[in-house]
């Protein structure tokens, strides 16, 4: 049983920061990716920033220079820092961690609110 516990989200003010993080714990597999999914009212759930074992980070072109996603392999935790928030960053964050080669496997966080106030 695989469990991704989230933390930090909250209420801003558009330019301020918050930190996600995000612990997995549970049996799994290694080498996997560790991502930060993001889902507003009435749209489709996008990715924000993802990041491998080995280090390799990608990132959605409306956060990029903005939020940094980091891990820690040991304690396979990860955390999205957000500086400069926007109004349209309002959303409930979902953790995920995913493996795509055998053994595979998904697995979502049960999503923390991030609203940013203008």
């Known amino acids: 049983q695989v469990q991704l516990v989230e933390s930090g989200g909250g209420l801003v003010q558009a330019g301020g920061s918050l930190q996600l993080s995000c612990a997995a714990s549970g049996q799994y597999y290694s080498n996997f990716v560790m991502g930060w999914y993001r889902q507003a009212p009435g749209k489709q759930r996008e990715m924000v920033a993802t990041?491998?074992?080995?280090?390799?980070?990608k990132y959605a072109d409306s956060v990029q220079g903005r939020f940094t996603i980091s891990r820690s392999n040991p304690e396979n935790t990860a955390w999205l820092q957000m500086n400069a928030l926007k109004p349209e960053d309002t959303a409930v964050y979902y953790c995920n961690i995913r493996r795509t080669v055998t053994p595979a496997f998904n697995h979502w966080g049960q999503g923390t609110q991030v609203t940013v106030s203008s």
């Open positions: 990041i491998t074992s080995g280090g390799t980070t």
